[in-house]
């Protein structure tokens, strides 16, 4: 192995937490490195297919995990610079105030969070800043005080969305624009980077318009002669000095090679499932159950939101390009009937044939894959799921990931698909058919209903919880390990709880306060 090169900081991944602390910290001067195990995401046209995308995974890891009976699980993952924000559907989120407290749930208690949201809230402006979020303060009754408006006005609804928002609001709902990052300029659709196209979600963006963690921070952050990233730079362990209170040497497979490297901050910022992998993997005799685990959390209290796509069809289309544009939180801490939290409500890309072949519903009777999507409206439901020591990141003897899961907390998910079924079936008439379209089109309505499996992935948090007792959690409030002193945690692992909006914002604006918590200590 060569010489141990030094940093003042290296950051371990790139995406929502590793690319925005870089983004944080470049103007510093400070030596950066950034180790990321993936390499830039090809600029082709495949980005935009949803047959190589949802297909075939093209862009998806080959790597295979097994669940808890020894099955193999296909992870819905992506291992590139920006991570998972290359493909999100850049729905950006505040957690509401009250997330950060004790919750009761009908499954049990979400624990508060050793901040309060009043300490995240500036970030939260920030990160909604950096990352362009389009959207409107006060429409979502469940909002958090702000204290500057978004950046960028709402993205309009299509139509058929408009309609739906209008049915929504006839019924005495708060229906709300997503806030979401994506550059498009309405009132000047020439210049707009963003075109508005069906292929958003779940995608890399061909024209560089999304606001990913790769194009807003990490190549920003390259532009500073202080800051080098190697790509297809594998992180495969950490190792300590003697006495086990700081980092020494980050170890990196690297072409075929491998590499150390040493910096007086080392920062894991792998996505939850692969930083819990990556501390379990980094044991040693003064941290026997992983590095910075001698509260046998890490790992533990895997959580990923307990999650549905919801199809409603109808005899007329949906001829929507760009779908996510609404989202209902009328039912997020419950309802008259129903003391318990429920959910989040809004919707996935467009659905088209084949995307729907990938994770393919039954097919409604006397339809095809091809006709239910052009008539359906997507729904995604989001609903928390609680922080189960027993829901784990563990690794098998060969080093590879063990993923065990048992959904909890299912009761108000339910109620909450109760709930939009309902809804649905108090739209207006159909203009085009008349009454008795509208009577067939409920007739006929189906609500295809699916949880998403195991393998995705995609909202993993919890499992490196952050907290003030070092018995029952392995992060301090600023996100820095209990038991080693030169070793932080910034992606989404570090959540006490996942509340059941998108966790991407979060992730970013606690990159943010965390920056700035290093940038104090690096003075
Ligand atoms: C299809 C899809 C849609 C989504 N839509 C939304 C949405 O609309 N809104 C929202 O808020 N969230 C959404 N999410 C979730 C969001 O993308 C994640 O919450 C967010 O990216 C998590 O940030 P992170 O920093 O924890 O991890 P990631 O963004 O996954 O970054 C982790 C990085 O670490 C790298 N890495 C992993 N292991 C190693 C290693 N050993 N060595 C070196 N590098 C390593 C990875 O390659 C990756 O670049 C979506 C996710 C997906 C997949
Ligand atoms: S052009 Fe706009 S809608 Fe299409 S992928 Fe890019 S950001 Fe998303």
């Known amino acids: 192995m060569a010489a141990v090169q030094h940093f003042d900081i290296i950051v371990i991944g790139t995406g929502a937490g590793g690319g925005t602390l870089a983004h944080r910290l470049a103007p510093s001067g400070k030596r950066i490195l950034l180790l990321e195990r993936g390499g830039y995401v090809p600029r082709e046209k495949d980005n935009w297919s949803t047959k190589a995308v949802n297909l075939e995974g093209k862009y998806n890891t080959k790597e295979v995990w097994r669940d808890a009976e020894g099955r193999e699980l296909h992870p819905h993952t992506n291992y590139w610079v920006g991570g998972n924000t290359k493909f999100y559907g850049a729905a950006l989120f505040r957690l509401r105030r009250e997330d950060f407290w004790e919750i009761k749930h009908w499954g049990g208690l979400s624990p508060a969070w050793p901040i309060s949201y009043e300490d995240l809230e500036p970030y939260y402006s920030q990160a909604e800043h950096l990352y362009q979020v389009h959207g409107r303060r006060e429409e979502d009754p469940t909002d958090p005080p702000a204290s500057a408006p978004y950046p960028h006005p709402p993205i309009s609804h299509e139509p058929r969305i408009q309609q739906l928002s209008d049915d929504f609001a006839r019924l005495g709902l708060k229906p709300f624009h997503v806030p979401l990052g994506v550059m498009l300029d309405e009132r000047n659709p020439r210049a707009s980077r963003c075109i508005r196209c069906a292929t958003c979600d779940g995608h890399p963006c061909l024209v560089y318009a999304k606001a990913d963690a790769q194009v807003l921070c990490v190549d920003p952050a390259l532009e500073h002669s202080n800051v080098t990233l190697l790509t297809r730079a594998y992180v495969s362990r950490l190792e300590t000095s003697p006495s086990g209170r700081d980092v020494q040497r980050v170890i990196v497979e690297r072409e075929g090679a491998t590499e150390a490297y040493s910096a007086d901050i080392i920062v894991v910022s792998a996505g939850a499932i692969n930083s819990a992998a990556l501390l379990l993997r980094s044991a040693n005799d003064k941290h026997p159950q992983g590095l910075a685990n001698g509260s046998d959390v890490v790992g533990r209290h895997y959580m990923g939101h307990v999650n549905s796509v919801l199809m409603a069809l109808s005899k007329c289309p949906n001829p929507t390009v760009f779908q996510k544009t609404l989202a209902l939180n009328d039912f997020y801490f419950g309802s008259k009937e129903w003391e318990f939290p429920m959910g989040h409500i809004s919707f996935v890309g467009k659905l088209d044939g084949d995307t729907l072949k990938a994770g393919a519903p039954a097919i409604a009777p006397g339809w095809t894959l091809e006709l239910m999507a052009r008539h359906s409206l997507d729904f995604w439901l989001t609903s928390e799921d609680l922080p189960d020591p027993s829901n784990r990141v563990t690794l098998d003897r060969a080093g590879n990931i063990v993923l065990s899961y048992q959904p909890n907390n299912e009761e108000g998910h339910g109620r909450l698909t109760e709930k939009l079924k309902n809804l649905m079936k108090q739209q207006t008439k159909c203009r085009v058919?008349?009454?008795?379209?509208?009577?067939?089109?409920?007739?006929?309505?189906?609500?295809?209903?699916?949880?998403?499996?195991?393998?995705?992935?995609?909202?993993?948090?919890?499992?490196?919880?952050?907290?003030?007792?070092?018995?029952?959690?392995?992060?301090?409030?600023?996100?820095?390990?209990?038991?080693?002193?030169?070793?932080?945690?910034?992606?989404?692992?570090?959540?006490?709880?996942?509340?059941?909006?998108?966790?991407?914002?979060?992730?970013?604006?606690?990159?943010?306060?965390?920056?700035?918590?290093?940038?104090?200590r690096l003075k």
Do not use: W
Request: a negative charge; aromatic letters at 6%; proline letters at 3%.
């Open 433 to 520: 058919h008349g009454h008795e379209c509208h009577e067939g089109l409920f007739a006929r309505s189906l609500y295809l209903g699916q949880r998403i499996p195991l393998a995705g992935v995609a909202h993993q948090n919890g499992t490196i919880c952050f907290g003030r007792d070092p018995k029952t959690s392995a992060l301090d409030a600023n996100c820095k390990a209990h038991e080693v002193d030169n070793l932080y945690v910034v992606d989404a692992s570090f959540f006490a709880s996942s509340g059941a909006v998108n966790p991407a914002l979060t992730v970013m604006a606690n990159a943010l306060r965390v920056g700035d918590r290093l940038l104090e």
